[in-house]
């Protein structure tokens, strides 16, 4: 059973259903692993109906088995859930009916019944209220993995990571260590060699502009420098610390695979310019893989039918390279 993926519905009044609905339609050209959404049966065939699209939807429950995730029909794993609209304005009210979905998910896990799992968009604003910064950290809670867990962001041309995730620009210095920066380059070096059957060349950013800073003990000398210096001994591919303003210009020609940035937009920014929907996010250092579209809930074009499902098809196709 191990070989099947589950989708987490999501945010449930977000573009979600219609990028499923879409992602399904398409599953004969992209030949994705036998897969089922864990969500809301009554909800989707709402949802379905409002941006009319015509598939069905198929109920299944604990004692699924491999063969009935192979039809035409797409298999639901029901989650409890009351919501009479088929589209309603993002609130506070899904948040159980989320937090459940991921409990059901994280359970498959524990009990080998999935290879991994992909959760559509999230509201961090209205489901987390500033107790994660994401759900990153939500999931390393739940694993108990804290500290362990890495973002990274894929396209099989390039791939990006931040050592620190959703926090204040101001908080960033405090936040990098040697060992932190250490730790991650290194689940993300084993994650390219059991997964991808590549040993990735890394680019370790600085921190200030230039690499350089007024102070006589700079990050980039106490500590991104010395992190570097021993992932070498350890026989990884890195270089830096490197500038940031040139990386994105110059990694074709240097052959980086996987370029880690000190904070969130100084590797997020310039790789959605590059990649736009043609990426996913993937969270590493959990007993088993979860993936996410590279976007967020999109709450101005819901039920709208002008989704762009190419990042849930590239998350749904990634599990095609895991055995």
């Not at 992932?231 to 303003?245: E, N, R, T, W, Y």
């Not at 590279?294 to 990634?318: C, M, T, W, Y």
Request: glycine share 4%.
């Amino acid at each position: 059973m191990s070989k099947s993926i589950a989708i987490v519905a999501g945010e449930p009044n977000s573009i979600s259903s219609e990028i499923i609905f879409k992602s399904w339609m398409l599953k004969k050209k992209h030949k994705y692993k036998p897969l089922f959404v864990i969500g809301n049966m009554r909800l989707l065939n709402l949802q379905k109906r409002k941006l009319k699209y015509r598939i069905k939807l198929k109920k299944i429950d604990n004692n699924f088995k491999l063969k009935d995730l192979k039809s035409n029909k797409l298999p639901v794993y029901d989650i409890r859930y009351n919501q009479k609209k088929a589209f309603e304005k993002i609130s506070s009210k899904s948040n159980r009916y989320i937090f459940d979905c991921f409990d059901k998910t994280i359970e498959l896990i524990k009990n080998k019944k999935i290879l991994g799992f992909i959760n559509c968009p999230i509201s961090k604003e209205f489901l987390f209220k500033n107790k994660y910064q994401g759900i990153t950290e939500f999931l390393s809670k739940k694993f108990s993995k804290e500290g362990n867990e890495v973002m990274l962001i894929y396209n099989k041309k390039l791939a990006v990571s931040p050592i620190t995730t959703h926090i204040s620009l101001n908080e960033v210095s405090k936040k990098i260590s040697k060992n932190k920066i250490i730790k991650k380059v290194k689940i993300i070096d084993s994650f390219y060699k059991k997964f991808l059957n590549k040993k990735p060349n890394f680019a370790v950013l600085g921190l200030n502009p230039h690499n350089h800073s007024s102070s006589k003990k700079s990050e980039e000398k106490k500590i991104i420098a010395k992190a570097i210096k021993s992932l070498i001994k350890s026989k990884i591919k890195v270089v830096g610390p490197v500038p940031a303003d040139s990386s994105f210009v110059n990694f074709k020609r240097n052959n980086f695979d996987v370029i880690v940035g000190m904070y969130h937009d100084q590797v997020l920014t310039p790789f959605k310019t590059l990649y736009n929907y043609d990426a996913i996010n993937i969270t590493l250092g959990l007993p088993c893989i979860r993936v996410s579209p590279d976007h967020g809930v999109a709450e101005n074009i819901v039920s709208k039918r002008i989704s762009n499902p190419q990042s849930l098809i590239q998350a749904i196709r990634f599990f095609n390279n895991i055995n």
